[in-house]
Nanobody, 125 residues
Framework: QVQLVESGGGLVQAGGSLRLSCAAS????????MGWFRQAPGKEREFVGS????????YITDSVKGRFTISRDNAKNTVYLQMNSLKPEDTAAYFC??????????????????WGQGTQVTVSS
């Protein structure tokens, strides 16, 4: 069973940066994709981006493209979300997720079968 633990959230001023980490553990961790989602209060969970675990190809949603990047360290079973030029509208709980059952890209939260507990990011104006 895969367990995911996010870290790195916090309070930052607009224009600042944060790097979120998502550490995975489990007997055999080999997802097809790792994804990042976020959820602001009163809003639906929103896809941020994903990365192919094997080759590192990434997809970033348009609303954060150019500011956010995703990377991974296979040896550490860790995926990262680097967030630069943060804006108050980026304030949300951020979740990492693993897609382990299908070898196709997915932007839907329902396409991911393991989730972390989330880490809060708050951007002040």
């Amino acid at each position: 069973q895969v367990q995911l633990v996010e870290s790195g959230g916090g309070l930052v001023q607009a224009g600042g940066s944060l790097r979120l980490s998502c550490a995975a553990s489990g007997r055999t961790f080999s997802p097809y994709f790792m994804g990042w989602f976020r959820q602001a209060p009163g809003k639906e969970r929103e896809f941020v981006g994903s990365i192919v675990w094997n080759d590192g190809n990434t997809y970033i949603t348009d609303s954060v493209k150019g500011r956010f990047t995703i990377s991974r360290d296979n040896a550490k079973n860790t995926v990262y979300l680097q967030m630069n030029s943060l804006k108050p509208e980026d304030t949300a709980a951020y979740f990492c997720a693993a897609r382990t059952r299908e070898w196709t890209w997915s932007k839907s939260q329902y396409g991911y079968d393991a989730w972390g507990q989330g880490t809060q990011v708050t951007v002040s104006s």
